[in-house]
């Protein structure tokens, strides 16, 4: 069965020029960070990116297709973006900003 993921990888590593593997590995970093950001705006009292559905790991619901053409073409690409609204937060600039902070940290957990 190895056998054959390696088979299928370095075939598909030829034809489309990457590792099939960092596509999921994109997938799931991208989905956690953009949950990252949805959980702690609700948990800080926001519910605009519950009510849209954000607070999922379904990696449909955070990918955007542009990004992730641009992640596939050149190496840079983005996740849909969670709406926030500050005005549910009772102290919204420090909120907001570990609203913001919660994604590159959700990476740099993953990264360890």
């Keep these: 069965m190895l056998e054959k993921c390696s088979m299928f990888c370095s075939f598909f590593k030829q034809i489309m020029g990457f590792d099939p593997l960092l596509l999921v ?5 991208v989905t956690i960070h953009e949950f990252s950001h949805a959980f702690v705006s609700n948990f800080f009292g926001d519910p605009t990116a519950r009510l849209a559905g954000r607070i999922s790991l379904n990696p449909l619901r955070h990918l955007d297709p ?3 053409i641009m992640m596939l073409v050149i190496h840079i690409g983005w996740g849909r973006p969670v709406p926030v609204n500050p005005r549910y937060f009772k102290n919204p600039k420090r909120k907001n900003a570990l609203t913001a902070l919660a994604g590159p940290a959700s990476n740099l957990l993953l990264a360890i």
């Excluded at 590995?25 to 970093?29: Q, S």
């Design 25 to 29: 590995a994109l997938l799931i970093v």
């Design 66 to 68: 542009i990004g992730v």
